[in-house]
């Protein structure tokens, strides 16, 4: 096999790239942030260049952010190394309101139900996982993680037992 | 000399061997899997730095990044699917040398070269690293200033994809090294009144949610491809003809592996493209290459593992990190209270030299473990990455909670997570911003007391040899790719 087949074929499988407007909101994105900080450095205060101000250095930081964004806004729209949004896509988001409800409720109830529900709905739902190897794999990981975080390392985590 | 040799006593202390081991082992699992890199892995473990002794976390920490190298290259030979970015040229060879019924010679020789790499590029960072720092201990302000901001461009435009994107990244990481008291005037800065970030973010955080969690939030897209069946390995040692066939390869491999990872953006994966690409060059047959050329196996892997060696030289004598991974080294020495800088091999010499020589004894340890164990390996593979992402999310919420019993730190590592996710969504690396970080403050402080010295002349920097030196590489090296554009276009033009 050629080496450039080889390499094409190596390639990560990533999903077809987004287009111009992708780049143009990530440009955009980083452009608003870098004024947002110079607007924020400039109430800090600049100071003089012999006394420099708090200000001064996220200011120069800044202001190159948003010349680079806007630059990036006007000759990067053909780049391809944007990915688009698919439908498993809405799997990372639910992914990631899992472990915000975790963070959230772990020093409420402890760790040992959040940690629980977590591995289970990662590995049914996220993963494919089968019903039966859910479940074991599930509670094996939390007494797993007692065993070691609790009784052994006995470090302070919030629990129920 | 004489730290050389205590260094040895600093490695073969019980607790450290074990750390060692403990590290090249799972280097070498997760350089198996893919999906985790050993910078995630590094993220992600660094909680466990807090409760051991600084040597013996950067050892550890050390034994992950260079076991990765080991175990990409098991990946890359037998299943065509390399583990690490830096075994890919490897696939090319050790695949086809798989096919042919030859997979133990792949693994055999770049087993041996890797642990060539490794040795020559430790015998130059003995060698290299106290003269570096020595000249070193005279650095001002102005040169850590211009050497900063030196590896940081430099890492960013070095690395795949869109450059600008990359410095863009790089910029907000400085920018959120500036979060919290500023240490010049007191002043709070970009804190919004928050009290958990009165005193900055932490890097731990940062670190774990981009690279650690940001990686497994991308990989929960299925991207990789279907694991295929791996091809037996006939336990068959590379022969003396193999051997006398990759001496070159291997010697080559060695220097281009120790130069290029000395480099700011360097590192293993670029030094393992350069080395094939010399191989493939100075063949007499090049048509060989890709058809099971050996020296195309030896010649990246030596590199590559010289080059993660040689990589610790800026980290461990000018404080400055060469790569991502090196920036978390940075990053786990100052949780443990150390500078790295040039005041490192003699105030911390059982640091320097028990990292150093644990180098040693990783890649012997490395090459002991690496061809029996390859059945076990190729076992793990058949564990899927859907029942590894849960734990290793575990892993990270809970352990950046036990660093200081903060929620806070647990939403900070998601909200990094999601822009890890994103920011590789958008197509920019989170490694230039983890590494600006790191450097964001040494940056600032340098920048601010050069001015002074400087009575307030930006253009001072220029008048001293080295940070002056230093900034008139970086503009070369910046303004090259536009000049070589204008070249070619006004040779288009002349053709036309």
């Known amino acids: ?161 | 000399m004489g730290g050389l040799i205590d260094g040895f006593g600093v490695v073969l202390e019980p607790a450290n061997l074990l750390y060692c081991l403990i590290g090249v082992v799972i280097g070498m699992l997760i350089g198996v899997l893919p999906g985790l890199g050993p910078a995630a892995t590094i993220a992600i473990l660094l909680p466990i730095t807090y409760g051991v002794e600084p040597v013996s976390a950067i050892i550890m920490l050390a034994g992950i990044f260079y076991g990765a190298q080991y175990g990409g290259t098991i990946t890359s030979v037998l299943l065509r699917l390399p583990g690490e970015a830096s075994s890919v040229v490897t696939v090319f060879d050790g695949y086809a040398l798989a096919k042919q019924g030859r997979a133990g010679t792949a693994l055999g020789i770049a087993a041996i070269g890797s642990f060539i790499g490794g040795t020559v590029s430790i015998i130059g960072l003995t060698l290299l690293a106290p003269v570096v720092a020595g000249v070193a201990l005279d650095f001002g302000p102005p040169e850590y200033a211009a050497l900063s901001l030196f590896g940081v461009l430099l890492v960013a435009t070095v690395g795949n994809g869109s450059r600008l994107k990359a410095v863009i990244a790089a910029g907000l990481g400085l920018l959120l090294a500036t979060v919290g008291r500023d240490t010049f005037t007191g002043a709070s800065r970009f804190t919004f009144d928050s009290l958990n970030l009165a005193d900055g973010i932490d890097f731990v955080p940062i670190a774990m949610g981009l690279f650690g969690l940001g990686e497994i939030l991308y990989n929960l897209e299925e991207r990789h491809h279907k694991v295929q069946a791996p091809v037996a390995v006939a336990n068959a040692w590379p022969s003396r003809a193999d051997l006398r066939q990759s001496r070159g390869a291997i010697a080559r491999g060695s220097v281009i592996g120790f130069v290029l990872g000395v480099l700011p953006g360097g590192g293993a994966t670029l030094s393992s493209l350069v080395a094939y690409a010399v191989e493939k060059r100075r063949a007499k047959e090049p048509e060989r290459f890709g058809r099971g050329a050996v020296e195309g196996v030896a010649a990246p892997e030596t590199a590559n593992n010289a080059a993660a060696t040689s990589s610790f030289i800026p980290l461990l004598t000018l404080g400055i990190p060469a790569n991502a991974t090196m920036a978390l080294m940075f990053g786990a020495l100052l949780i443990q209270g150390i500078a790295p800088g040039p005041q490192l091999v003699s105030e911390h010499p059982d640091l320097f030299w028990g990292v150093i020589n644990s180098m040693y004894l990783g890649n012997i340890l490395l090459l002991i473990m690496s061809i029996p164990l390859v059945g076990v390996f190729v076992k793990i593979l058949k564990v899927r990455p859907a029942v590894l992402a849960p734990i290793t999310v575990l892993i990270t919420l809970l352990g950046v909670y036990t660093v200081a019993n903060q929620v806070f730190d647990m939403f900070l590592v998601i909200v990094f997570g999601v822009l890890g996710y994103l920011m590789k969504k958008f197509g920019f690396e989170p490694g230039p911003l983890v590494l600006a970080f790191v450097l964001g403050s040494v940056m600032e402080t340098a920048v601010r007391q050069s001015l002074l010295i400087f009575g307030g002349n930006p253009m001072g920097f220029f008048t001293r040899p080295i940070s002056g030196t230093v900034l008139v590489a970086l503009i070369v090296v910046l303004a090259l790719p536009g000049v070589r554009l204008l070249v070619r276009r006004r040779k288009e033009k002349e053709r036309v």
Do not use: N
């Open chain 1, 1 to 161: 096999m050629s080496e450039a087949a080889l390499r094409e074929e190596l390639a990560e499988d990533r999903p077809p790239h987004a287009g111009p407007w992708s780049q143009l909101g990530a440009a955009v994105v980083a452009a608003v942030v870098g004024i947002a900080g110079v607007i924020g450095s400039l109430a800090l205060g600049l100071g003089r260049l012999t006394q420099p101000g708090p200000g001064l250095w996220p200011f120069v930081v800044c202001v190159v952010v948003t010349v680079l964004s806007i630059i990036l806004a006007l000759v990067g729209r053909h780049g391809t190394d944007t990915e688009q949004f698919s439908r498993s896509s809405v799997q990372t988001a639910v992914a990631v309101l899992t472990l915000v409800v975790f963070a959230s409720v772990l020093p409420l109830i402890g760790f040992e139900i959040p940690s629980l529900l977590l591995t289970f709905v990662w590995l049914r739902f996220l993963g494919k996982e089968s019903w039966v190897s859910s479940v074991a794999i599930s509670v094996g990981t939390v007494v797993a993680f007692y065993v070691l975080f609790v009784l052994l390392l006995q470090i302070p985590l919030p629990r129920l037992i």
